[in-house]
């Protein structure tokens, strides 16, 4: 699945993978993938702007995470 911010140009590719049964039966093991990406020109010395492409990457990142989980699955480490 790809998911695009139209708004910054940010990428999300996210693989889903289902890999199986735990070992005790009771639940499935699920592997995501989530890679972003944001293609862009930035000066290597500016860090503020690294800093600001990175902090959004990352918060695209956790909403894609957190999108895929359900609210049963959230209160169990609530």
Do not use: W
């Not at 702007?49 to 990457?57: A, T």
């Not at 918060?59 to 699955?73: C, M, S, T, V």
């Amino acid at each position: 699945m790809v998911l695009a911010d139209e708004a910054t140009n940010d990428v999300a590719i996210i693989t889903q993978l289902l890999e199986g049964e735990t070992s005790d039966r009771s639940g499935l093991n699920v592997l995501l993938d989530i890679d972003v990406s944001h293609a862009c020109k930035i000066d290597g010395r500016d860090i503020g702007e690294i800093s600001s492409v990175m902090n959004r990457l990352r918060d695209f990142k956790n909403g894609a995470f957190f999108g895929f989980l359900e609210e049963n699955i959230l209160e169990q480490y609530a």
